[in-house]
């Protein structure tokens, strides 16, 4: 808990068993199967980073899709492997002290390659209901090697106070995102604060605060995947009008799916 206090996030080496990950894994590549595929509602972001880039059903991305970066949306809405991953007992017990009440999934992103993301506050897109009462895990299902785009971080980058948009909340407003870069550039500057990155191994897991400003780096080899497991938490007891449905001692937001564009 004092490292976290201080760094706004833990390194978790080897915590998850190859079993759990090869069971993730399968299931991901069983989607692109086309049987699997005809018959799915999931939601996926396909050719990220390209002109090319949009948001589609799975049963209607082009097969090459899956040979770019892809970001499959909310998987743990279909799939048992995945909330007994993202809810497992020895996680949700971490999250319980670190939230200071039972974890709910808010949303889950699974990345085959680096996500190559601008660096960002995850507060800008999914704040929490109260306060800054957000924690989010990023799970390695394979080696990742430093030329395949890994999570890059700044430690101690969470006790920044949030930047204020207009409207007066913490929440992006896209006319003012260079206001928010700039702002959070001088202030990592000026706290002489160095970005680090997670070269993880297989089974380890990254958690890190709604503030740690944070980002995926370039991606130095694009014949090299990072295939990962992201995963956002609020407090459940912070939404009591949503949908909850339990899975141990956490919960998971059964909502709809993303929006696929018309």
């Avoid at 007994?84 to 999250?95: D, G, M, T, Y």
């Avoid at 896209?174 to 959070?184: F, L, P, Q, R």
């Avoid at 993880?200 to 694009?222: T, V």
Wanted: charged share 25%.
């Amino acid at each position: 808990m004092a490292f976290w206090k201080t760094n706004g996030f833990l390194v978790l080496p080897g915590f998850f068993s190859d079993d759990g990950i090869n069971r993730v894994n399968q299931y991901m590549d069983e989607l692109w199967e086309q049987e699997n595929r005809e018959r799915s509602n999931i939601v996926i972001d396909i050719f990220v980073g390209t002109d090319r880039e949009k948001r589609v059903n799975l049963k209607n991305s082009p097969q090459d899709a899956r040979f770019f970066p892809f970001k499959l949306n909310d998987l743990y809405l279909e799939s048992d492997i995945v909330r007994n991953v993202v809810l497992a007992p020895q996680l949700v017990a971490i999250l319980r002290q670190l939230l200071g009440a039972a974890p709910l999934v808010c949303n889950t992103l699974n990345f085959i390659y680096g996500s190559q993301q601008q660096f960002h506050t995850d507060s800008l897109y999914m704040p929490a209901p109260v306060d800054l009462n957000l924690a989010a895990t990023w799970i390695a299902l394979e080696d990742c090697d430093d030329d395949a785009g890994p999570l890059q971080y700044y430690p101690g980058s969470h006790l920044i106070p949030p930047f204020r948009f207009s409207h007066g909340g913490i929440n992006a407003k896209a006319d003012e995102m260079e206001k928010y870069a700039e702002y959070m550039q001088r202030a990592v500057e000026s706290r002489g604060l160095r970005a680090e990155r997670f070269c993880a191994r297989k089974g380890d897991m990254f958690i890190w605060h709604s503030q740690l400003f944070h980002g995926g780096s370039p991606i130095q080899n694009l014949q090299k995947s990072r295939k990962s497991l992201v995963t956002h938490y609020w407090r459940s007891i912070d939404c009591p009008k949503l949908s909850q449905e339990p899975v141990g001692q956490g919960f998971y937001w059964k909502r709809s799916r993303q929006p696929v564009p018309q």
